[in-house]
């Protein structure tokens, strides 16, 4: 545990997109002397941010939001800042099993005060060493690869991506081009590289319909970003604002010119 739950103090933050629920979450934590709410966040993405910025000992993450589901929350925040994760549901069909695997402990809306009180029982009593955060983060990428969970994402609002040792949020119209290379996937913004947890086929998925165009096995182009673009000796080439020059594949040339019309 952190030092502020060893002196007995357990630092929660909350995480979900309805206000009501929100609300009544923090006045049954608040019924609880050893807790302390440091942060309510409205979403995902904001729950990145705010876990980074608050250092909580405890997120209750809502699974539903509309940005970033719990899981990748939770999945985005690791090493040392990866609080202890109780994932909240209205769902209990909704793919339980691939959230109890996640966290410490799920609970069921409308969330019942004896309920809460064992969560905070068995959070109280979890280990907090390196070996235990590995495990945990380790149980997020098992859930996310659980069959059909992946189909029932949100789209992406804002792309997370690793900056030094935090998280940062990038607004889609900043990223004119996201690639893999060396099997990691890169997104180019604002003249720099950042690594994304996402794979290629992953964002296909979650990103807005329209705004990114699959090029070639290797990237995906924001057509927001492409200046031009024209056939070179048979090839169909792009060229982004930032100067970038991205080929297109022979197989996605069709496809490619059709989105740019």
Not at 175 to 196: I, M, N
Not at 236 to 260: F, H, N, P, Q, W
Request: charged fraction near 35%.
């Amino acid at each position: 545990m952190s030092e502020s739950t060893r002196n007995g103090r357990m630092r929660v933050l909350i995480a979900d997109d309805e206000p009501r629920a929100r609300q009544f979450l923090e006045k049954l934590l608040s019924e609880h002397a050893e807790v302390e709410i440091v942060g309510a966040a409205r979403g995902g993405a904001e729950a990145i941010e705010k876990i980074a910025a608050l250092k909580p000992d405890v997120a209750f993450l809502d699974i539903h939001m509309p940005d970033l589901s719990g899981l990748e929350v939770a999945r985005h925040v690791k090493g040392d800042a990866m609080p202890i994760v109780v994932f909240v549901t209205a769902y209990d069909q909704y793919a339980v099993e691939a959230f109890e695997v996640a966290a410490v402990d799920y609970l069921l809306k409308p969330i019942r005060r004896e309920r809460l009180a064992e969560t905070l029982e068995r959070v109280a009593a979890e280990p907090r060493g390196p070996r235990a955060l590995a495990q945990r983060s380790a149980a997020v990428e098992t859930a996310l690869d659980q069959p059909g969970l992946k189909d029932r994402m949100p789209l992406l609002k804002r792309l997370p991506v690793r900056h030094r040792r935090e998280v940062k949020l990038l607004d889609l119209d900043q990223v004119p081009l996201l690639f893999s290379r060396d099997r990691l996937v890169l997104a180019r913004a604002e003249g720099k590289e950042y690594l994304v947890d996402y794979t290629l086929q992953e964002l296909e998925q979650r990103l807005p319909d329209g705004q990114f165009v699959r090029v070639h096995r290797g990237a995906l182009v924001n057509v927001g970003a492409i200046e031009s673009y024209g056939g070179e000796d048979g090839v169909l080439v792009l060229r982004l604002k930032d100067g970038t020059r991205v080929e297109a594949s022979e197989r996605r040339a069709a496809e490619v010119r059709r989105k740019l019309r």
